[in-house]
């Protein structure tokens, strides 16, 4: 096999997460796990062949910038 994506730019890809088997509770575990506490912080997710989660988070900038301009 080769690695699963779960999340790509901050979306989570639901129909992989289910044939993964996996629930949304998991996936967030496993982003906790690696400091990361939301999605969208996640550049891309991957589910690897080992069954560990692998995730990337996205640049900082490209996270803060959704709350500039109030």
């Not at 730019?9 to 939301?38: C, P, S, W």
């Not at 989660?53 to 709350?67: F, G, L, P, Y």
């Amino acid at each position: 096999g080769s690695p699963t994506l779960l999340i790509h730019n901050g979306k989570v890809l639901v129909q992989n997460l289910r044939r993964e088997l996996l629930t949304h509770d998991d996936l967030m575990a496993a982003l906790r796990r690696q400091g990361i506490l939301a999605v969208e912080e996640v550049h891309v997710a991957l589910m690897e062949e080992t069954g560990a989660i692998t995730a990337v988070r996205k640049e900082r900038s490209a996270v803060s910038n959704h709350s500039s301009g109030e």
